[in-house]
């Protein structure tokens, strides 16, 4: 099993910024792909970013331009640093790693004024 700690979640002003972070351990060998998802309740959740071991990275329409992805292979984690927040990125995110797919508890980041 792999195991996360997830940090930097809260409230923030429209416009402002915030950084997630995640760091994996337990049975992370082979561990390709780390990332975020997000999720407002009644709705599917929804891909923030990804980033491959080889640094290649994926958004999400609704954030390109405004949240970075990064990633540290040595220490197995993974960022988000997320600027011009808006309202509608108030959810729930979620860190994750594929290939096989494992999920952190969530954090809560609330976007409003």
């Known amino acids: 099993q792999v195991q996360f700690v997830e940090s930097g979640g809260g409230l923030v002003q429209p416009g402002g910024s915030l950084r997630l972070s995640c760091a994996a351990s337990g049975s992370i060998f082979g561990i390709y792909v780390m990332g975020w998802y997000r999720q407002v309740p009644g709705k599917q959740r929804e891909l923030v970013a990804s980033?491959?071991?080889?640094?290649?990275?994926n958004y999400g329409d609704s954030v390109k331009g405004r949240f970075t992805i990064s990633r540290d292979n040595a220490k197995n984690t993974v960022s988000l640093q997320m600027n011009s927040l808006k309202p509608e990125d108030t959810a729930v995110y979620y860190c994750y790693v594929d290939p096989v797919r494992s999920w952190g508890q969530g954090t809560q980041v609330t976007v409003s004024s």
């Open positions: 980033i491959t071991t080889d640094g290649r990275k």
